[in-house]
Every structure is written in C-alpha cells, then in structure tokens.
C-alpha cells in the first residue's frame, strides 16, 4: 500500500534552472492537489486537479505548471526556478473533487532548495 | 480573509501526561473541521474530521472537539507517548476550499 508517492525527496537547484515534480497515488483517487509548506505559514495550495483532464490554479500558482498525465499520476512543473520557490512540496489526493469536506491523503514531501 | 491560528506554536510535555491544542478559525463558509499529524519530514496524516454539526470526535487517544458558535476547536491528547512528537496541524474546510492552520509542535520527553 504505496498511498501517494512523490519523487525525488530532496533537490537542489540553480536559480533559472527547470524541474519537474513527480506524484502519483494507487488509491484510484478522482482528485490530485500540489501544496507548498513554508516556515511561518500554513499549507497553501498550487494547483489541483478535480477529475483526469482538468487542471485549477490554487492560492499560489504563478511560476508553476501542472500536468494530470492520467488518473494516478499529476505532476509539477518549475520551468524557471527562483530562490523564493525554495520550500517544501506535497502531493495529495483525495477520493471526490475538492468540496471543502474531503479527506486528503498526503506524499512525504520534496525539499526543493534554489539557490 | 480566511484564518486558522492555532496556539501554542510549541509545547513540551512528559510521556505519560495529557495536554490540549487550541485551533480559532474564521472561515466562510464553513463546513468542517480537521486535525492532521504531521511527523518531522512527513507529509500530513488525517486524525479527525468533524462537519459543523458535530461536537466531538475521537481517534484512539485523540479527542477533537468543536464549537461552531464561537468557531473554535481543541485537540485532546490522552497519556501521551514519544510517538506523539509532532506537529499538529488544523485545518477548516469551506466550500471548495481549506485553510491550514501554522500548526503546534509538540514534544514529548520521557
């Protein structure tokens, strides 16, 4: 029971340089999120995916890309990276589209430094 | 602007003890309440969810509590263990959106 499962855990990058998060789950969840969770501040969300085939802005999105690739997989995209993406990203997922009430089941993170 | 401030930010407590988190949010419109455990280079792992209806749930030795009215919440730890070092994070859930809490990290000493 892998759950969600991102890829890689740490990565350190150059400011300009491109990356791409990886996150795919085996629950055969309808819903797909990307979070980042800064020192100081509540989790906030990137992006989400309702359903496979559409993608939302969260609170934060700006300097990020998503793909939903299929229904396990939704990846994130950093196409120029800058020192105040610095932070750490979880992939969740949750059963139903995000409504308020659903429960999400979290990745372990990926530290992701720029310097 | 939606809000979850939780206190302490920190507590440290000994093995064996009880101790009680406190979460005040302002969300709208508001539908439910949850608490997730967050161990150290983990991701969040869902305690409870309560809807505004409800006023308390249990999980084990986790007990949330709820008041809608005065839009506060208490997570209630009973006979702490080491394991329970974490930071507690709460989470108020609106229509089609959450709002995260900074979390209280606790540490329990033998």
């Known amino acids: 029971n892998a759950g969600v499962t991102q890829t890689p855990k740490f990565q350190v990058l150059k400011t300009g340089q491109s990356m791409t998060l990886q996150c795919a789950q085996d629950?055969?969840?309808?819903?797909m999120y990307w979070y980042r969770q800064d020192p100081g501040m509540g989790l906030r969300l990137i992006y989400y995916s309702a359903s496979e085939g559409t993608t939302d802005k969260g609170e934060v999105p700006n300097g990020y890309n998503v793909s939903r690739l299929n229904k396990r997989e939704f990846s994130l995209r950093l196409e120029s990276a800058a020192p105040s993406q610095t932070s750490v990203y979880f992939c969740?997922?949750?059963?139903?589209?995000?409504?308020?009430?659903?429960?999400?089941?979290f990745g372990s993170g990926t530290q992701l430094s720029v310097l | 602007k939606n809000q979850v401030e939780q206190s302490p930010q920190s507590l440290i407590i000994l093995e064996g003890k009880n101790c009680t988190l406190q979460c005040n949010y302002t969300v709208s419109p508001f539908s439910n309440l949850r608490w997730y455990k967050q161990d150290t280079g983990r991701g969040p792992v869902s305690l409870t969810i309560?809807?505004?209806?409800?006023n308390t749930k249990s999980n084990g030795r986790y007990t949330a509590t709820l008041d809608a009215d005065t839009k506060q919440s208490s997570l209630h730890i009973t006979a702490s263990q080491l394991s329970d070092s974490a930071s507690y994070i709460c989470?108020?859930?609106?229509?089609?959106?959450?709002?995260f809490g900074t979390g209280t990290k606790l540490q329990v000493i033998p």
């Open positions: 309560m809807t505004f209806s409800e």
């Open positions: 989470v108020a859930g609106g229509y089609q959106k959450v709002t």
């Open positions: 969740a997922s949750s059963a139903y589209p995000g409504q308020g009430n659903e429960k999400l089941f």
């Open positions: 629950m055969n969840h309808n819903s």
